[in-house]
């Protein structure tokens, strides 16, 4: 638990950012809603990050062992993630916004989704904060996928879905953090307890990316042979992804 946890080497840039955005919820440079909308937009970053990680998986990576013609593969996968994960979007995005009804005066319906977003990218402090996620992100996907060739090791279609599981953890933190904010009225609640949860889900997925130890591990009780421990390991390692 240590490995995980403490600051390392591995997981400087996940701690630097939790770190950076208690210092400005404490100052008042930025509010609770200007974390809670930060980390709700995450969503398009990972969406677009992950259109990158398949197209380079489809051009580099293994040949897929479907001849199912009718299973999608290469462009038709991507564009199936395109619009699938687009229409996921929008309906959380309607479900959120619409969470934020009464709350929120510039929010009059859920189903504005081009006034909601225009408003979540205007609102104050958002740039600095968005700003710092998208730089993580893409850090990330660099360090853990592009350097090390990770994206020669995949099918398109082992890939395609694991975005999601990221996703649900995220938003059901983002909906608790809009449940001390809306029902509660506690904004600086809102916004530690989304900074604290963020940060020990991301020290996890980074030490089952970066770190060996803790991914076997994590494998091994998970599993009850050897050869169950080997392919767990190998569904951790897609899930960190």
């Not at 005066?105 to 189903?111: R, V």
């Not at 770190?211 to 009780?221: D, I, S």
Request: proline residues 3%.
């Amino acid at each position: 638990m240590k490995a995980i946890l403490l600051p390392n080497k591995y997981n400087a840039v996940v701690w630097a950012q939790a770190v950076f955005f208690a210092v400005l919820v404490a100052l008042g440079i930025v509010d609770a809603l200007t974390v809670l909308l930060a980390y709700f937009l995450e969503t398009i970053i990972v969406g677009m990050l992950h259109v990158i990680k398949l197209a380079m998986v489809n051009r580099y990576g293994k040949a897929s062992e479907s001849n199912d013609p009718n299973q999608p593969r290469g462009i038709g996968l991507i564009l199936f993630f395109i619009m699938h994960y687009g229409f996921f979007v929008a309906i959380q995005s309607i479900f959120m916004f619409g969470f934020f009804e009464g709350a929120i005066p510039e929010i009059t319906s859920g189903f504005n989704l081009i006034e909601n977003y225009s408003y979540a990218f205007r609102h104050p402090g958002i740039i600095p904060v968005l700003a710092s996620i998208i730089v993580t992100n893409v850090a990330y996907f660099i360090t853990n996928f592009i350097q090390p060739q990770r994206y020669k090791e995949y099918r398109a279609s082992e890939l395609l879905m694991k975005p999601y599981v990221r996703i649900f953890v995220q938003q059901f933190a983002v909906i608790l953090g809009g449940f001390f904010f809306v029902i509660l009225q506690a904004g600086t609640a809102a916004a530690v307890f989304l900074i604290l949860f963020r940060l020990g889900v991301d020290l996890v997925m980074v030490a089952l990316r970066k770190n060996g130890n803790a991914l076997q591990t994590v494998a091994e009780k998970l599993s009850k042979t050897e050869e169950e421990a080997l392919k767990m390991k190998r569904e951790l390692e897609r899930f960190s992804e």
